[in-house]
């Protein structure tokens, strides 16, 4: 090629491939969190957009859009561009345990997202009013046992609904649920003493619980949580050997999104829970176990989590909304 025609060719045409694949994204990127300010998915997002930026090289914005336990946030992510500009930040509310739990579930919940990566799970911990008179789970069940429906329970997500009544199933008593819009009001309600149990992520629970407003009864994992060694677990305090409910967080772009940009984000999930800061907030300070993936580990992950959840749902007797 001579040196008038090498002049005249556009300026893109003249870089690397490697380079053109860099190019994207151009502008931020918006990270779609279901749920309120303050929740545990919200904690997670903005954790994981910080860190991600270094790999993008552009910001990614995370927006809150809760409301009807999540569906509302994922719908949005359902219906944007499938470009990877448009992210959620998703959890086994709106990506397992929807479609058993609502009757009209405005997305595909299958088929709807591509997976780009697990991020973490964490057990929820079994809280109660510090001034509480149930000092231990198996008393809180007793005092249900005595008075069916006589205890109440928040729930603000899917995983709590589901953690609350399976162990009320479980355990063989009715409890009454409360159903709230975020955590953070959840809380409130329960510190003050308008509702006496709530299942909820370390993230909400543990801080009141450190500043001695909450007691944490029990944690919901099978295994005790490092966050909270000395609570036992659900299986101990209640004596149910069967009981387990973990919740888990991922992030999701539209299906259709281009595979070399899934594999980009994907990169930039996997540099972020690596970080030093990102490690130690998720792992020390909120209890949780990072586990990034690839994109195929993680859509494997989340069909046998759907079928794990669908049959939680259905076991604890919970009828579709």
């Known amino acids: 090629m001579n040196r008038r025609a090498l002049l005249a060719l556009p300026a893109a045409a003249l870089l690397p491939a490697a380079a053109l694949a860099q190019a994207w994204p151009s502008g931020p990127v918006r990270a779609i969190v279901p749920f309120a300010p303050g929740s545990a998915t919200d904690t997670v997002g903005r954790l994981l ?3 991600m930026r270094a790999t993008l090289g552009q910001p990614v914005v995370v927006e809150n859009r809760a409301g009807a336990n999540g569906l ?3 719908e949005a992510v359902s219906r944007a561009p499938a470009d990877g500009t448009t992210l959620l930040v998703g959890t086994n509310s709106t990506n397992a345990a929807a479609r058993a739990l ?7 919940m299958e088929n709807g997202f591509v997976p780009i990566s697990t991020i973490a799970t964490v057990p929820l911990l079994v809280a109660v009013k510090a001034d509480s008179p149930h000092r231990t789970l198996a008393d809180l069940i007793a005092a249900a046992r005595a008075r069916p429906e006589g205890i109440s329970y928040a729930n603000a997500s899917s995983s709590q609904h589901v953690a609350s009544a399976s162990l009320a199933a479980m355990a063989g008593v009715q409890m009454l649920n409360v159903p709230y819009r975020s955590s953070p009001l959840a809380v409130q309600d329960l510190l003050a003493g308008r509702v006496d149990l709530f299942i909820a992520d370390q993230a909400v629970i543990l801080p009141q619980a450190q ?11 099978a295994e005790r949580s490092a966050a909270v060694p000395d609570v036992p677990t659900v299986r101990e305090a209640a004596g149910l050997p069967e009981y387990e409910v973990v919740a888990w967080f991922a992030l999701f772009a539209p299906a259709g999104t281009p595979a070399d940009r899934v594999a980009l984000l994907n990169r930039a999930v996997v540099a972020s829970v690596a970080t030093e800061e990102v490690r130690a907030r998720l792992g020390g300070t909120l209890g949780m176990s990072v586990r990034a993936s690839t994109p195929e580990q993680a859509a494997a992950f989340v069909r046998a989590e759907t079928t794990k959840w669908t049959n939680a749902i259905r076991q604890a007797g919970i009828e579709p909304q």
């Open 211 to 221: 500043a001695g407003a909450l007691r944490i009864l029990a944690v919901t994992s």
């Open 72 to 74: 509302i946030g994922a």
């Open 102 to 108: 609502f009757r009209q579930v405005p997305f595909d």
């Open 49 to 51: 957009a910080e860190g």
